[in-house]
T-cell receptor, first 113, second 113 residues
Framework: NAGVTQTPKFRVLKTGQSMTLLCAQD?????MYWYRQDPGMGLRLIHY???????AKGEVPDGYNVSRLKKQNFLLGLESAAPSQTSVYFC????????????FGSGTQLSVL | DQQVKQNSPSLSVQEGRISILNCDYT??????FLWYKKYPAEGPTFLIS?????DKNEDGRFTVFLNKSAKHLSLHIVPSQPGDSAVYFC????????????FGKGTSLLVTP
């Protein structure tokens, strides 16, 4: 059982370049999330989705876009990368919200030069 | 605005002793709390949770205590083991973001032999 899979695991971008991070889950979860982790900042919610075809903004959505065309996939896009987006990105999924626990992927380390 | 606060960035404990990790929250509407554990280069994993209708929840060596009047919770690990060395995050579902989890900044626990 793969759980939550993130690709790529590492990426280096130049300022202004674009890229898409892919998250896939095989647990038939309705809810999916993108978080970023920065030193001393904990985990901050970027965007989330409550089901196929839906997305919503989290705490730090600026500079990112997301899409949930299929239930099992949640894509995070950076249209024009900035050094401030250097971070570790985690995707997570859950069956429900609130009391339901999240299952996380292993993360994507992104550096923007 | 950080609504879940972990004010101790790090904690060092000797093997066999008790580890106490603290978490404070500001939103009195929070009624469920979760603790996650994170090893380097891995995603966070669920550890233990507590509902606001309880003041204690225990799972093996891990116990979480909730003091609603003080808006404070703590995670106790007894006895601490070197394998418990990790970053621990306190989290609560936030109604403003579809009940996605709102995380604290984390506490890095080091258990020394």
């Amino acid at each position: 059982n793969a759980g939550v899979t993130q690709t790529p695991k590492f990426r280096v971008l130049k300022t202004g370049q674009s890229m898409t991070l892919l998250c896939a889950q095989d647990m038939n979860h309705e809810y999916m999330y993108w978080y970023r982790q920065d030193p001393g900042m904990g985990l901050r919610l970027i965007h989330y989705s409550v089901g196929e075809g839906t997305t919503a903004k989290g705490e730090v959505p600026d500079g990112y876009n997301v899409s949930r065309l299929k239930k099992q996939n949640f894509l995070l896009g950076l249209e024009s990368a900035a050094p401030s987006q250097t971070s570790v990105y985690f995707c997570a999924s859950s069956y429900g919200t609130g009391v339901e626990k999240l299952f996380f992927g292993s993360g994507t380390q992104l550096s923007v030069l | 605005d950080q609504q879940v606060k972990q004010n101790s960035p790090s904690l060092s404990v000797q093997e066999g002793r008790i580890s106490i990790l603290n978490c404070d929250y500001t939103n009195s509407m929070f009624d469920y709390f979760l603790w996650y554990k994170k090893y380097p280069a891995e995603g966070p994993t669920f550890l233990i949770s507590i509902s606001s209708i309880k003041d204690k929840n225990e799972d093996g060596r891990f116990t979480v205590f909730l003091n609603k009047s003080a808006k404070h919770l703590s995670l106790h690990i007894v006895p601490s083991q070197p394998g418990d060395s990790a970053v621990y995050f306190c989290a609560a579902p936030h109604s403003n973001s579809g009940y996605a989890l709102n995380f604290g900044k984390g506490t890095s626990l080091l258990v020394t032999p």
